[in-house]
């Protein structure tokens, strides 16, 4: 049985039709932990749909109440660049509910992986980029709020600037946002982060983890954490189909070691989700996402 804990919901995979975004990886990953018994299924912690007191804590009750009752614009859902159905909107419920269980665990246990998960692209009063309602902002106002945790950084290893959450927190000091990402890729404003580490195009791997490594450790000495929230996208992967990165499966591996390893010797928790990844072949994805969740055991447990 594993220190570190998983948590996901068959919710995740929702039909979206012909699109980049591969909801079924979520099983996919889950399958293969458990296939190779990096979890078993005691390990394994199902998400609670999130109350709307919960998704309240950082969206507007006006844009909650449109997602519901299915009243969004076409302007809207040409914004939020994904199918709207009642499915997507229970799976953002039940993504929201499962980043917050993945918190709470991660400070009883030290390190929790949601196996979802990231959605940075979601504002207080609207979704953005396939992101519905940002699962990471309820997360770390809910442990800031109603757990008292008063020092939470936001490591945002995906492909693309976490543009939501650097304008839900910037005026919380309490609250981090550090993003590391492709500069000349989405979103096109990037609303500035606490520190953003914007990429070169065809940043391999050598410079995408000297510029963490000439980064993190200052911000993790200086702001001392007590959780970290490291969103580990797929997508700055060489062959993702969206971005313009050139790190290889080790090169990422080798991120996810030192991301996990600083929270880990800073004595911070750490809640590990998933953000992008959109690889030509699906299983580069799962692999990518899979090895997150091997570090985090092997570090953590």
């Known amino acids: 049985m594993s220190k570190v804990k998983a948590v996901y919901s068959d919710a995740y995979e929702v039909d979206i039709g012909a699109h980049v975004f591969p909801t079924v990886k979520f099983r996919l990953i889950r399958e293969r932990l458990l296939k190779d018994r990096l979890i078993t299924e005691d390990d394994c912690v199902l998400a609670p749909e999130a109350s709307s007191e919960e998704i309240l804590l950082v969206h507007t009750k006006e844009y909650l109440d449109k997602l519901d009752n299915g009243t969004l614009s076409l302007q809207e859902i040409f914004t939020l660049e994904i199918p709207y159905s009642p499915a997507l909107v229970r799976a953002a419920r039940y993504c929201v509910g499962g980043t917050i269980l993945a918190a709470k665990l991660a400070l009883e246990t030290s390190a929790c992986a949601h196996i979802g998960g990231g ?10 980029g396939f992101c519905v309602l940002n699962d990471v902002a309820c997360a770390a106002t809910f442990c800031n709020k109603k757990k008292g945790i008063e020092k939470i950084i936001i490591v945002d290893c995906d492909l693309h600037q976490g543009n939501a959450n650097a304008h839900i927190f910037k005026k919380n000091k309490n609250i981090f946002t550090f993003s ?14 606490d520190l953003d580490l914007g990429l070169a195009d065809k940043t391999d791997d050598q410079r995408y983890l000297a510029a963490l490594e000439n980064n993190l450790p200052g911000i993790f000495a200086e702001f001392k954490p007590q959780l970290v929230f490291y969103i580990a996208g797929a997508d700055p992967y060489e062959k993702d189909q969206l971005g313009g990165l050139a790190l290889s499966i080790a090169g990422l591996e080798k991120r996810d070691e030192y991301v996990l390893s ?7 928790c750490c809640c590990v989700v998933f953000g992008g990844g959109y690889a030509q072949d699906i299983e580069d994805t799962v692999l990518i996402q899979y090895n997150t969740i091997k570090k985090a055991i092997e570090i953590f447990n």
């Open 119 to 128: 959605f940075h692209h979601a504002f207080a009063d609207h979704g953005e």
């Open 180 to 193: 590391i990402h492709q500069e000349n890729n989405y979103p096109v404003l990037k609303p500035p982060s």
């Open 262 to 268: 600083l929270a880990r010797e800073s004595g911070a």
